[in-house]
């Protein structure tokens, strides 16, 4: 029998005994009246040795996280949502019976404890218990809590355990859900209406990438998780929703890394009567008042590199990027030969089809990205690799498109959109015939978008924000599993006859 086996076996056969001894495993009959947090300012006045006047009773709940049993006597640490307190444990005053159940409780127990304040004599402020009750009793031992869960992705596959025993895991959850919370309250306060859009989709739209499929039984139709929800709330737009927003799930088919999930949550956002440099300067306000008030600085480290994130943030072009960051002479990007030729060179294979847009964009993937650490704004996309932005007025062959990058990596895409349908449809078929060889990506003519821009979508710019990659950003998290509470993995390797046996 292997030891974690052995180990279930002997709590297993403690539990019977308990339950033979009358203790309620599993009860539903303890209600707290306090959090721990609570508890802790009514004891910042006591000295060593001193109870709270008067003795007033309090009934707290948690996890037993630490256990010291000597005679009589047993302190434990008790851990809920809020914070810790230790809790003492007195056999002539919870009655020898109960005392001696207790003894054969473990760590990882959940108790309710009911008693009154008091510090021990090293001015540990704790909770002297009256009474003492099992809510429910864990058959699991907790990790080392000198070493937690040292494997990764044993953390990730069990995230509970990982938060039981990991405040830090805790804290960048709690970090995650304030940063979307602020998200929410910049956008309402600027009269931005939160909406939901079809999560199932008839076409995989608003951007490209491989698609979940699955089948409709009683529409008898194929239909697609979505890969963005940008068609539906351009579609709001047209029907007179001027400022509209959404904070969900996106789905892509894709390879997994420290950047990817094929399950992942996106902010779009879509403003009437706006530009792209209309959200520019909304981008930098929300992230840096973000930023700010979740770490109470604009100045951060991510894995070891310091990042500023004070405003103004860094404006280029694409073509100035290639230029000052890159090193690539001017005259060669106006050449489109001497641009495939430095591609091919530096190892990029392109398509035939690809024009001189794409080939920059792969050049600036390859030789830029990763060298801008702290925020800068990307514009002047190439028309070519931007199906769903309008073009530049001045200059057709580039979309008023940005990007922003902090520690080298794409954390926003916004643009003024096109709303001219005829010009929709030409960009539709041209990226449906430049779609290549991959068969998985496969867009197809949104005929029932290109009728609603035919009833008129007001002049207005729309941008995405991955919400996982800022909270890596903000909580220096070295990979997108790490902010995400039930990442994607491998299913774990079935157990084998013997090992069944085993257990």
Known sequence: MSEENQT????????AALAELGVQLYSNSFQPKQRIAELLPKGEGLAAQESEAGTPRYRVAGRVMAMRKFGK???????????????????????????????KWDIGDIVGIEGHLFKTKVGELSVQAATITMISKSLRPLPDKWHG????????????????????????????????????EYLNGRDYLEVETPMMQPIPGGATAKPFRTHHKALDMDLYLRIAPELYLKRLLVGGFERVFEINRNFRNEGLSTRHNPEFTMLEFYQAYATYHDLIDLTEEMLAGVCEKVNGTLQISYQGTAVDLTPPWRRLTMDQALVEIAGIDPATLADEGRLRALATARGIALDDQAGPGKVKTELFELLVEERLINPTFITAYPTEVSPLARRNEEDPSVTDRFELFITGRELANGFSELNDPMDQRQRFEEQIANRGDDDEIHPELDDDYLRALEYG????????????????????????????FFPHLKPEARKGPEQENDS
């Open 149 to 184: 869960l040292s494997d990764v992705e044993t953390r990730y596959r069990q995230r509970y355990v990982d938060l039981i025993v990991s405040p830090a895991t805790r804290e960048t959850f709690r970090k995650r859900v304030e940063i979307i919370r602020l998200i929410r």
């Open 457 to 484: 979508m007001p002049a207005a710019a729309g941008e995405g924000i991955g919400i996982d990659r800022l909270v890596m950003l903000l909580t220096d998290a070295p990979s997108i599993r790490d902010v995400i």
């Open 73 to 103: 006597a047993a302190f434990c640490t008790l851990t809920d949502a809020s914070g810790q307190i230790q809790a003492y444990i007195k056999s002539d005053i919870v009655g020898e019976a109960l005392f001696d159940t207790f003894r």
């Open 8 to 15: 279930l076996a002997q709590r297993r056969e403690k539990a």
